[in-house]
C-alpha cells in the first residue's frame, strides 16, 4: 500500500544540520495495522509525516498504492491528503458546537463529498458510537472523543489511516478498547492503519511492528498473538 525508498529527510543545512531519516526502506502491508516504534528522537512520527504527505522529503522516493507521492506539486498532495489518507491524533480536535455525527462528517462535507451509506454504517457500527451521534464532545467521554476522531477518519474510506500515538490522552481502559477496534477495522473491513507509538503494549495489538533509532530502521517484525487474541 504504501513504500519508500531511500528515504531521507534533513533538517536545516550546513553545520547545523539534522538528519531525522536516513535512507530509509520501508513497505506498509494493505489491510494491516503497523506500528512504528522508537525513542524519543529516533525519526517516527517524522516518518510517519513523510509517509503521509505531510512533509517534504530531502531525497528518496515515495508511492502509494503505485503513484509517486513524492514528486506531487502541493495542490496533487492536499487532495492526496484529503481523499486517500486518514488522520488520528492524540488531541481529538473535535469542533465543541458540533455533534458527534457533524463532526464526523465536517471534512466530507467541506470536499463537499458524500460518504457511502453502507461504509458509514459498518464504521459507526464497529466504533460503538451509534448511540452518541447526537451528543457534542463535552457529553462524550475521552475514550468516545477519540473514536468519533476516528471514525472522522475513516468515513471517506482512504486507502490508509496514519495514527499519531491516538491512546496518549485516553486511560489504560478507553486506549485497550481503541487498539482493538483498529484492529477489527483492518481485520473485518480491510482498512490499512499505521499508528506511531512509543508503548510497547499497544504495539502488541498491532500485526507488524517496525522500529527506529537515530533515523536509521533497526528492526522489522511481525506480531505473534496467542490464539483466539487479536
Given at each position: 500500500?504504501?513504500?519508500?525508498?531511500?528515504?531521507?529527510?534533513?533538517?536545516?543545512?550546513?553545520?547545523?544540520?539534522?538528519?531525522?531519516?536516513?535512507?530509509?526502506?520501508?513497505?506498509?502491508?494493505?489491510?494491516?495495522?503497523?506500528?512504528?516504534?522508537?525513542?524519543?528522537?529516533?525519526?517516527?512520527?517524522?516518518?510517519?509525516?513523510?509517509?503521509?504527505?505531510?512533509?517534504?522529503?530531502?531525497?528518496?522516493?515515495i508511492m502509494?498504492?503505485?503513484?509517486?507521492?513524492?514528486?506531487?506539486?502541493?495542490?496533487?498532495?492536499?487532495?492526496?491528503?484529503?481523499?486517500?489518507?486518514?488522520?488520528?491524533?492524540?488531541?481529538?480536535?473535535?469542533?465543541?458546537?458540533?455533534?458527534?455525527?457533524?463532526?464526523?462528517?465536517?471534512?466530507?462535507?467541506?470536499?463537499?463529498?458524500?460518504?457511502?451509506?453502507?461504509?458509514?454504517?459498518?464504521?459507526?457500527?464497529?466504533?460503538?458510537?451509534?448511540?452518541?451521534?447526537?451528543?457534542?464532545?463535552?457529553?462524550?467521554?475521552?475514550?468516545?472523543?477519540?473514536?468519533?476522531?476516528?471514525?472522522?477518519?475513516?468515513?471517506?474510506?482512504?486507502?490508509?489511516?496514519?495514527?499519531?500515538?491516538?491512546?496518549?490522552?485516553?486511560?489504560?481502559?478507553?486506549?485497550?478498547?481503541?487498539?482493538?477496534?483498529?484492529?477489527?477495522?483492518?481485520?473485518?473491513?480491510?482498512?490499512?492503519?499505521?499508528?506511531?507509538?512509543?508503548?510497547?503494549?499497544?504495539?502488541?495489538?498491532?500485526?507488524?511492528?517496525?522500529?527506529?533509532?537515530?533515523g536509521h530502521?533497526?528492526?522489522?517484525?511481525?506480531?505473534r498473538r496467542?490464539?483466539?487474541?487479536?
Amino acid at each position: 500500500m504504501v513504500s519508500a525508498r531511500n528515504l531521507t529527510k534533513v533538517y536545516g543545512r550546513g553545520s547545523g544540520a539534522v538528519t531525522a531519516l536516513d535512507s530509509v526502506n520501508v513497505d506498509i502491508a494493505r489491510a494491516r495495522f503497523t506500528a512504528i516504534m522508537g525513542p524519543s528522537g529516533s525519526g517516527k512520527s517524522t516518518l510517519m509525516h513523510c509517509l503521509a504527505g505531510l512533509d517534504s522529503i530531502t531525497s528518496g522516493e515515495i508511492m502509494l498504492d503505485g503513484d509517486m507521492v513524492s514528486s506531487m506539486n502541493q495542490r496533487r498532495l492536499t487532495r492526496l491528503r484529503r481523499e486517500r489518507i486518514g488522520f488520528i491524533f492524540q488531541s481529538f480536535n473535535l469542533l465543541p458546537t458540533l455533534s458527534a455525527e457533524e463532526n464526523i462528517l465536517l471534512p466530507q462535507r467541506l470536499a463537499h463529498r458524500k460518504p457511502q451509506r453502507d461504509w458509514y454504517d459498518a464504521v459507526i457500527s464497529t466504533l460503538g458510537i451509534g448511540d452518541r451521534l447526537s451528543h457534542r464532545p463535552h457529553e462524550l467521554s475521552g475514550g468516545q472523543q477519540q473514536r468519533v476522531a476516528v471514525a472522522r477518519a475513516l468515513v471517506g474510506r482512504p486507502e490508509v489511516v496514519f495514527a499519531d500515538e491516538p491512546t496518549g490522552a485516553l486511560d489504560t481502559a478507553s486506549a485497550a478498547a481503541l487498539l482493538e477496534t483498529l484492529a477489527g477495522m483492518c481485520e473485518r473491513l480491510g482498512q490499512t492503519v499505521v499508528m506511531v507509538t512509543h508503548d510497547e503494549q499497544a504495539a502488541a495489538t498491532t500485526n507488524r511492528i517496525i522500529r527506529l533509532r537515530d533515523g536509521h530502521i533497526t528492526g522489522v517484525e511481525a506480531v505473534r498473538r496467542p490464539a483466539g487474541t487479536r
